[in-house]
């Protein structure tokens, strides 16, 4: 009954989000217009239970009317509180804790149902023991596939300038429609960074524990500079809970969005910042500040200070260096027809009073052998995965695309029984193809009578090693003694050294 199930969302917010009495009116009126009720439902017989969330009550909805995602988004926002009152509840927190600020804000979009929680726990994840410390690898099935009717959506579609794209800050609110999803019960918060104004939101699709989007509140394109590190480290300084990183500025070891200056962050230590210190980094005279090169798997500087200043003076020295060093035995130009090619990754975090800045140093170039980058996964990996390794990947967690549930599905299968040959098998499942030689060398190794149990652990540490072989791609001085010479060059020329150098 429809009419009951608008009585349980309003019980839902004024247990969950914060609707106050006064408003229940309003709501209820709101909820009736746009589910096109004209009475309301009379008895006082409605609770709300731990069993009741968002998608069961949506669930329930649907029973009785056809409801599309972006009236789901609607019907969370009318029952959430008003941005305004977010932002004066956060800043009354972060007073006392910016955590509890954030849990605040991060709670409450799991409530209103922005954050997929519920999706989210479909994900299939497990930790690989590699070399330099461990990966955290995940199998993403929280994101939903587009359907037919949706895409029929983009064929009507008229292009737009208002919003400009996905992240800019006019989506708060906003109804959605044609290549902009809705963002009806998003609640961001404003931030300031270097004397602009950003905002904060959370992903809806977290890929660690309160994964934050930082956003400009300008709509400009990604661009790495002198401020981008100090605005990260302005962040952390105000919110010393998160980390916060940038991808890159270039296609192919950036993120998927370059049109638009944003960070993320989040409230979880990822496996690279746990990576010890391959080496001491000693030159120039620096007096606040420690430098180390990790023993990680791409090439990365860790910068630690007390002083901001003089971390962004250490930060731009590197970056500026890294943008015209040129090794051709090493595949590594910086610069050709095709434009730059070299640019970082920087991360910050806090501890105590010391700030810690990490730089990845990337590389985009191609060539023939390697035509969707050379320091991006290599062909004979993308079975597993083939899109770029962005921020989050090169901090070690990996997120693995959805086709591979089914998929390794099948292989464990190969791994716990031959009842059919391999080729039979991949004839039957043409999505298997790809896998033809991962699936072969496995079989070599462990052979094809093992339990269920064992399959699963098996098919685990084989894509794990894959993701670690990927880490390495991206790598611009290897782990071999010519990427370790590439490396003490590049030192050299900026007039560091390596502490005591063996």
């Not at 999706?119 to 410390?133: A, C, F, M, T, V």
């Not at 230590?269 to 990680?296: C, Q, T, V």
């Not at 993308?382 to 693995?400: C, Q, T, V």
Request: net charge negative.
């Amino acid at each position: 009954m429809i009419e009951k199930t608008i009585e349980k969302f309003i019980q839902y917010g004024l247990k969950y989000l914060e609707l106050d009495k006064e408003d229940v009116i309003y709501i209820r009126n709101n909820l009736m217009h746009l589910l096109n009720v004209s009475e309301p439902y009379e008895k006082n017989d409605v609770l709300i239970t731990e069993s009741d969330t968002p998608s069961s009550l949506f669930k329930e909805l649907r029973e009785d009317k056809d409801i599309s995602i972006e009236d789901e988004e609607l019907i969370m926002s009318i029952i959430s509180p008003r941005p305004s009152l977010v932002t004066k509840e956060f800043n009354r927190l972060k007073e006392k804790s910016s955590k509890d600020a954030c849990l605040y804000l991060y709670n409450l979009m799991i409530k209103n149902n922005y954050i997929k929680a519920e999706d989210i726990k479909k994900n299939i994840s497990w930790k690989y023991e590699g070399l330099h410390n461990y990966l955290d690898i995940t199998i993403n099935l929280s994101k939903p596939e587009k359907k037919n009717t949706d895409i029929a959506k983009l064929l009507t579609f008229k292009s737009s300038t208002y919003p400009k794209c996905n992240l800019c800050f006019e989506n708060v609110g906003n109804y959605g429609g044609g290549k902009i999803p809705a963002r009806s019960n998003i609640r961001v918060i404003p931030v300031t960074l270097n004397n602009e104004e950003w905002f904060m939101q959370f992903s809806p699709y977290s890929y660690y524990n309160e994964h934050a989007i930082i956003i400009n509140k300008t709509h400009t394109p990604m661009l790495i500079t002198r401020s981008t590190f100090t605005k990260l480290l302005e962040f952390v300084d105000e919110y010393p809970n998160y980390f916060v990183g940038s991808n890159s500025d270039l296609p192919i070891v950036g993120g998927s969005i370059l049109d638009h200056e944003h960070y993320q962050g989040g409230g979880e230590l990822l496996p690279m910042m746990y990576a010890k210190d391959r080496y001491k980094i000693i030159g120039k005279g620096f007096k606040n500040s420690e430098i180390s090169y990790l023993e990680w798997y791409n090439s990365t500087f860790l910068i630690k200070s007390t002083d901001i200043a003089e971390t962004c003076d250490i930060a731009e020295d590197i970056y500026n260096n890294w943008l015209v060093y040129e090794n051709v035995n090493s595949d590594i130009i910086p610069t050709d027809e095709n434009g730059r090619h070299q640019a970082v990754t920087p991360i910050a975090r806090k501890v105590g009073d010391t700030y810690y800045l990490y730089l990845i140093l990337r590389n985009n170039r191609q060539s023939e052998k390697y035509p969707d980058g050379i320091f991006h996964a290599h062909p004979e990996y993308h079975n597993i995965k083939s899109e770029g390794i962005g921020l989050i990947e090169a901090m070690g967690r990996f997120i693995l695309p959805p086709r591979l549930l089914d998929e390794l599905s099948l292989i464990e299968g190969i791994l716990s029984s031959s009842s059919y040959s391999v080729r039979e098998i991949i004839e039957k499942h043409k999505e298997l193809e790809k896998h033809l030689i991962f699936i072969n060398n496995i079989i070599r190794t462990y052979g094809r009578h093992n339990t269920v149990d064992a399959a699963k652990e098996i098919i685990k540490i084989e894509v794990g090693k894959i993701c670690e072989k990927i880490l390495y791609n991206t790598s611009v001085f290897k782990n071999d003694i010519n990427g370790q010479l590439t490396l003490f060059d590049f030192l050299n020329k900026m007039n560091y050294e390596v502490e005591n150098e063996d």
